[in-house]
């Protein structure tokens, strides 16, 4: 089904970890790319909020980031499916870059990444209907919800601290040519 609908690639961003706890069935198909955007050697960022711990993950590690982009860049011709565990944070970001990249506005990418709230909301009722300590639902809510200003504090850094969502690619390793393969992918 995933491919008559002309799905080329499933670029996997989850940690090996995650991968092996909940294989999909892209694990092992020529389809699937594994890229996670974290290393297990890492330290423990001790992000209270999901802003933090974004910005902590992209300031680790921009070349995981950049490669994540190419592989978007790289993909055999067809639709590139882009997930992590969750679909909203390490997904956001990737998907937030290669539009960027892409010319589409900002507003334009805060709006799509806020559309994953609403898609989101029945699994965090469920989540927090499952735990009866109400003191930890304000924990659960800051990393499980998709506030618009989330990405727009993400992406905040990124012009601050690189220049935008390009100058990071490039500080990642992107090239002027793999950025322009990008554009002409996902502009054509």
């Known amino acids: 089904m995933v491919r008559r609908a002309g799905v080329s690639r499933v670029l996997d961003l989850r940690s090996k970890g995650e ?16 890229m996670p955007l974290a290393d297990p050697a ?11 711990a974004c910005i902590a993950m992209l300031d680790l590690h921009p070349e995981l980031f950049a490669a994540a982009v190419l592989a978007i860049a790289e993909a055999p011709d067809g639709a590139v499916v882009v997930h992590c565990y969750g679909g909203k944070d390490r997904t956001g970001m990737v998907v937030a870059l290669a539009l960027s990249v892409a010319g589409v506005p900002e507003e334009e990418i805060v709006a799509d990444y806020f559309l994953t709230q609403e898609r989101l909301a029945p699994y965090l009722a469920e989540q927090l209907a499952a735990e009866p300590d109400a003191s930890l639902h304000p924990e659960m809510i800051e990393f499980r919800d998709t506030r618009a200003e989330s990405l727009v ?4 850094h990124l012009d601050k601290a690189y220049g935008g969502p390009e100058a990071y690619l490039r500080h990642g ?7 322009a393969v990008l554009r002409s992918r996902l502009v054509a």
């Open 19 to 34: 991968l092996t706890g909940f294989p999909t069935p892209f694990t092992e198909d020529l389809l699937g790319l594994h």
């Open 42 to 52: 890492d330290p423990d960022a001790g992000a209270t909020t999901i802003v933090g």
């Open 153 to 156: 504090a993400i992406l905040d």
């Open 173 to 179: 390793g992107l090239t002027t040519e793999q950025l």
